[in-house]
């Protein structure tokens, strides 16, 4: 086999057959296509600007580079894995179309600076694709949440039964935690958005180029200072990597709630067909098949990170092979992660919640036992932990009796502490014990307006 007549001038025989099959990436990069065009774009009329080319070769280019754009988006380009990269087969068809002018487009050029530059936009588009797939879940949880302020169902520490709350409250800490992966999206975007386009093979260019220029085309708010850096750097990656990780743990959290909560056992939530699946044997079986596969598929996300993590770690600068590796795991995150965006935005918006059963569950495990000792502190005056110590004797002769709190007798509280009055019970329902934590951020229906209305305007 001859040498790769695009780069291949200082080799004499051609690649081991092996060689053929580990080097190509053209089978997954390909989908750096469009910024690949991007790139060239704007590279082309910088060089064309600043008298590097004629401005007939620079015309030449760009029609050249239209009708490959169009050629891709027929379905009619055709991808050669001879040619390794998404770079190099658009350079080989330009040449084609064009003839000797397409060898024009790489000059104060580099593969180097190529493929970052194209993988920094796809990266850039990819941290607003998951902000847009977080704003629906995070709308589709606000909607539960304003059905369902003083919805009561119980709240849990240790999987145990522990306070009262709202299912709105319950959706609202999510929209919460929503909101920071998208602060961390946001972040990502803005440190990655800088342009290495310039910085060539690793030391720059001879020729006496615009990088300012080309920053402006592509969108970039300046170019990178350090062309050593600009060559070798993937922590952009690594970054939109740890935000996509973070983000699908939150989404497994959710997951891991609801199927719990669509359980016969809790029956907190009812999903629909849409969602489930059936048994194989067992007719009676609805399970949350969509729900346990983004719970499942929050793995693949991890590796992906800690793959790229150790692809990097031990890389000098500036420029080697090995950072081929980076783009699959980027890109297998990105296309679990949206589809796990917006598998839960849909299931979110299509539960039904049952209030019946949220209620019934919070009752067992005399959850407004912090609301009894918290009376004892407010209306008799007396320490905390001295108060804890009278509820916890409470809780013990309520459990004796077999009855919750509020309906146990005073006279059984009083033999506890003969000072507690029949004003304890204003305090000992469910309803009372959710309407009285009204501290801000509090499950009180209120509150949760209140954090309702904060959110209205954003979510907008």
């Not at 919805?151 to 709105?168: D, S």
């Not at 016969?264 to 969602?275: E, M």
């Not at 918006?349 to 407004?368: N, S, V, Y």
Request: proline letters at 4%; hydrophobic letters at 45%.
């Amino acid at each position: 086999m001859s040498s790769n007549k695009m780069w291949g001038g200082r080799f004499e025989s051609g690649p081991a057959d092996i060689m053929r099959e580990i080097t190509p990436s053209i089978d997954f990069d390909k989908r750096l296509a469009a910024e690949d065009l991007a790139g060239s774009r704007a590279h082309c009329r910088m060089l064309a600007a600043e008298r590097i080319i004629s401005k007939d070769d620079g015309q030449a280019i760009l029609a050249g580079l239209d009708a490959i754009e169009k050629e891709i988006a027929a379905g009619e380009f055709v991808f050669k894995r001879e040619l390794e990269d998404i770079h190099l087969n658009i350079e080989a068809r330009l040449a084609e179309l064009i003839g000797p002018a397409a060898g024009r487009l790489h000059t104060a050029r580099s593969r180097n600076d190529q493929v970052v530059t194209d993988f920094r936009l796809w990266v850039r588009s990819a941290c607003e694709r998951a902000d847009h797939g977080l704003l629906a879940l995070q709308r589709a949880l606000y909607a539960q949440a304003e059905k369902h302020t003083g919805t009561i169902m119980p709240g849990f520490t240790h999987m145990q039964v522990a306070q009262p709350v709202t299912f709105g409250h319950h959706m609202m800490a999510y929209v919460e935690m929503f909101a920071r992966d998208r602060g961390r999206f946001e972040d990502a975007r803005k440190r990655l958005n800088e342009s290495p386009l310039g910085a060539a093979a690793l030391a720059g260019t001879s020729f006496v180029i615009d990088r300012d220029n080309t920053a402006l085309a592509l969108g970039f708010a300046r170019p990178m200072r350090n062309s050593m850096d600009a060559i070798s750097a993937r922590d952009f990656a690594l970054e939109y990597l740890a935000a996509c990780s973070i983000c699908a743990v939150h989404l497994s959290r959710l997951a891991g709630e609801l199927v719990q909560w669509s359980t016969p056992a809790f029956g907190f939530v009812k999903l629909s067909d849409a969602f489930t699946t059936g048994s194989s044997i067992m007719p009676q079986k609805r399970n949350p098949d969509a729900a346990e596969l983004i719970r499942g598929k929050t793995g693949r996300v991890l590796g992906d990170f800690v793959a790229l993590a150790t692809v990097v770690k031990g890389l000098v600068l500036t420029y080697g092979t090995d950072l081929q590796e980076d783009k699959e795991r980027v890109f297998d995150a990105a296309d679990t992660l949206e589809l796990c965006l917006a598998a839960m935005a849909a299931m979110i918006a299509d539960l039904t919640a049952q209030p019946e059963a949220m209620a019934k569950a919070a009752e067992p495990g005399f959850p407004t036992a912090t609301d009894l000792a918290d009376w004892v502190v407010r209306v008799l005056k007396k320490p905390f932990r001295e108060a804890h110590h009278i509820a916890g004797s409470i809780v013990r002769r309520a459990e004796a009796l077999g009855v919750t709190l509020d309906r146990l007798p005073l006279a059984e509280m009083q033999a506890v502490d003969p000072d507690i009055t029949d004003g304890v019970f204003e305090v000992l329902s469910l309803e009372a014990s959710v309407n009285s934590r009204m501290s801000l951020g509090g499950t009180a229906p209120a509150r949760v307006k209140e954090q309702l209305a904060y959110w209205r305007e954003r979510l907008s």
